[in-house]
């Protein structure tokens, strides 16, 4: 454990008590602490082969993406998304521009308002072809791909740019609209970024 802690240190460029604490806080988040010490040694490996693995693929680094998974963790864990798919959303919404607690926020709220949509929401998620209930479903079972894959082929059947702004807006609201947007409009960044940090996590326990 000592030893992920201080790769985990050198990587990320931060000391050891503030790499420590970012392991073990993305572990809690997201459900991974097993009480099982080998496990969770294990699992800890996992957790910071993607943490590294996510910085060297993506623009945020190691710091922020622990900073977003400290926001986005809990949400995270009741979507069903491992550490690896919630660390290439994370790299994607850099992509846009957000990172640290403020990508944890966005996508928190992203996943909440894909599952759960208020009245207006649920009435424009009809006109794309879908619903909360089905969305929620493809990412409980299938990944943030697939809800996403599903939302962004009903947008594209919109006939404006401006059509489906509207639409974004009034399933995620204007805040959180931004962050759904990055996310539709990169999905093909997404699958490569989970590809790139699947691969840096291979032969670690994968968590």
Same mark, same amino acid.
């Given at each position: 454990?000592?030893? %992920?802690?201080? *790769?985990?240190?050198?990587?990320?460029?931060?000391?050891?008590? %503030?790499?420590?604490?970012?392991?073990?806080?993305?572990?809690?988040?997201?459900?991974?602490?097993?009480?099982?010490?080998?496990?969770?040694?294990?699992?800890?490996?996992?957790?910071?082969?993607? *943490?590294?693995?996510?910085?060297?693929?993506?623009?945020?680094?190691?710091?922020?993406?622990?900073?977003?998974?400290?926001?986005?963790?809990?949400?995270?864990?009741?979507?069903?998304?491992?550490?690896?798919?919630?660390?290439?959303?994370?790299?994607? *919404?850099?992509?846009?521009?957000? %990172?640290?607690?403020?990508?944890?926020?966005?996508?928190?709220?992203?996943?909440?308002?894909?599952?759960?949509?208020?009245?207006?929401?649920?009435?424009?998620?009809?006109?794309?072809?879908?619903?909360?209930?089905?969305?929620?479903?493809?990412?409980?079972?299938?990944?943030?791909?697939?809800?996403?894959?599903?939302?962004?082929?009903?947008?594209?059947?919109?006939?404006?740019?401006?059509?489906?702004?509207?639409? *974004?807006m009034t399933i995620f609201g204007t805040e959180n609209s931004a962050a759904a947007g990055i996310l539709l409009d990169n999905l093909g960044?997404?699958?490569?970024?989970?590809?790139?940090?699947?691969?840096?996590?291979?032969?670690?326990?994968?968590?």
């Open positions: 454990m000592g030893t %992920t802690v201080n *790769l985990l240190s050198a990587a990320s460029g931060d000391d050891a008590t %503030t790499s420590m604490n970012a392991l073990v806080d993305t572990m809690l988040q997201l459900g991974l602490t097993t009480g099982n010490a080998a496990r969770d040694a294990q699992t800890m490996t996992s957790v910071a082969n993607a *943490l590294a693995a996510s910085a060297k693929v993506g623009a945020a680094e190691i710091p922020q993406v622990a900073q977003s998974l400290l926001q986005v963790g809990v949400a995270a864990k009741g979507a069903n998304l491992d550490v690896v798919s919630v660390n290439a959303a994370v790299q994607v *919404l850099a992509v846009g521009g957000k %990172t640290g607690a403020e990508a944890g926020v966005a996508l928190r709220n992203v996943l909440g308002l894909i599952q759960k949509a208020s009245g207006p929401a649920e009435q424009a998620m009809k006109t794309l072809g879908t619903s909360s209930k089905e969305l929620g479903e493809l990412l409980t079972t299938q990944g943030l791909d697939a809800a996403l894959s599903k939302l962004k082929g009903g947008m594209d059947g919109l006939g404006s740019a401006a059509e489906r702004n509207a639409t *974004l960044q997404f699958k490569e970024f989970e590809e790139g940090i699947r691969a840096g996590t291979e032969g670690t326990g994968e968590a």
